[in-house]
């Protein structure tokens, strides 16, 4: 018997709800919802994997698409199983794939880790950093009550910081100074969530240049490569991209293209884990900085996310996380922050312990709250805004 065959998966929709409102340039969100992936072998190893879930299609692919085709493959073959739901047709329709698939791989590689003893950092080149800068994630409309959150943020430990603007251009640069003002020289980035017209990005930036940003990140529409290579070159803060790079190929393109200085990369959004390293190395060949972007991690994802931090070298970037705004966990281990870093796990697999209980607790079996405004019926985000 082939011990590392994948012999069954299940998943779950879980739903945490967060402490309070966050607001965005899509609207608004009061929970997190993932999908949660378990996957036992037919030599009785189980392994965990979490994914984003913002829309409906994604648990539709998995129980239709990667699931089944999971089956015909072993915990260590994750290159195998991407490419095979590509093949199944989904080389046309990438983006729709890869929250779906990253669940599954992710437990692939926790039930390949936990199957040698081995921490997953462990099995991609090995330890570089033991701990991970975790950035305070500031979003709010007001201008006020994001500089409010950030002085707690700095009182708990964070050293750098990032502000969501892109809801109006009139809060854009309010917004900005408050938190600057709140942190003082600390390391501050923006995120417009491409909500910014190329005329628009030239001017804000413009004005944004007394606040010393890190870098804004995804100023303009998320397919607009070019546009944002000749926003680079038209103007001295640094732009990093996030929507524009979900892909393998989206990352090769925005470095073939020269459009961004700084790239912030998800697993869930690349389709796995292992797509992510990739990534990573394609970026490090041309000498740029890489993060890992937020949608609400729970502990399984928080705890690859710090796997990938741990043996990726140019991933020496604060990686944001909403960590702090969850009002509750699926894993029993939690995440402490030291110095403005959470620590990297080092047991077997992903390193952490699901919490079964909570993760009924948790379950729902519907989307709720990812995008829209239930507060303004009717409103839609358009991208880009203004």
């Given at each position: 018997?082939?011990?590392?065959?994948?012999?069954?998966?299940?998943?779950?929709l879980v739903r945490v709800p967060f402490r309070k409102?966050?607001?965005w340039g899509s609207g608004t969100r009061s929970g997190a919802t993932r999908l949660v992936v378990r996957i036992e072998t037919a030599g009785g190893v189980v392994g965990w994997g979490e994914s984003i879930c913002l829309l409906d299609a994604i648990p539709a692919v998995l129980e239709r698409i990667v699931a089944p085709l999971a089956l015909q493959h072993r915990a260590d073959e994750a290159e195998a199983l991407h490419r095979h739901v590509l093949g199944a047709g989904y080389y046309h329709h990438k983006r729709a794939a890869v929250m779906a698939m990253a669940a599954v791989e992710m437990a692939m590689w926790d039930a390949l880790g936990r199957a040698t003893g081995r921490p997953l950092h462990a099995l991609w080149?090995?330890?570089?950093?033991?701990?991970?800068?975790?950035?305070?994630?500031?979003l709010a409309a007001d201008p006020g009550a994001a500089a409010e959150t950030a002085a707690e943020f700095l009182r708990q430990g964070h050293r750098s910081f990032k502000v969501k603007i892109g809801m109006s251009e009139a809060t854009d640069i309010p917004l900005v100074r408050a938190v600057r003002e709140a942190?003082?020289?600390a390391p501050l980035r923006a995120d417009v969530n491409g909500a910014w017209t190329p005329g628009t990005a030239r001017r804000q930036l413009h004005?944004?240049?007394?606040?010393?940003?890190?870098?804004v990140e995804q100023p303009l529409e998320l397919d607009d490569l070019l546009g944002h290579a000749e926003l680079r070159r038209a103007q001295p803060v640094p732009i990093a991209l996030d929507e524009s790079a979900y892909t393998l190929q989206d990352v090769g393109n925005i470095v073939r293209m020269g459009a961004a200085d700084v790239v912030l990369l998800d697993p869930h959004e690349a389709g796995g884990l292992w797509p992510v390293v990739k990534q990573a190395a394609i970026c490090e060949s041309a000498g740029i900085p890489v993060t890992l972007h937020s949608g609400g991690e729970l502990g399984l994802s928080q705890s690859a996310y710090l796997h990938l931090a741990a043996s990726i070298p140019n991933m020496s970037l604060s990686i944001d996380t909403e960590h702090t705004y969850l009002g509750g966990d699926i894993v029993a281990e939690r995440f402490?922050?030291?110095?403005?870093c959470f620590r990297v796990p080092t047991g077997p697999g992903l390193g952490v312990t699901v919490d079964e209980d909570a993760l009924r607790r948790f379950s729902v079996e519907r989307i709720?709250?990812?995008?829209?405004?239930?507060a303004r019926p009717g409103w839609f985000p358009l991208k880009p805004a203004y």
């Open positions: 018997m082939d011990d590392l065959r994948i012999a069954s998966v299940r998943h779950w409102l966050i607001e080149g090995g330890r570089f950093r033991e701990k991970a800068e975790m950035v305070a994630y500031l942190v003082g020289d004005k944004l240049l007394p606040y010393d940003l890190a870098w402490t922050l030291e110095e403005g709720e709250g990812a995008y829209l405004d239930p």
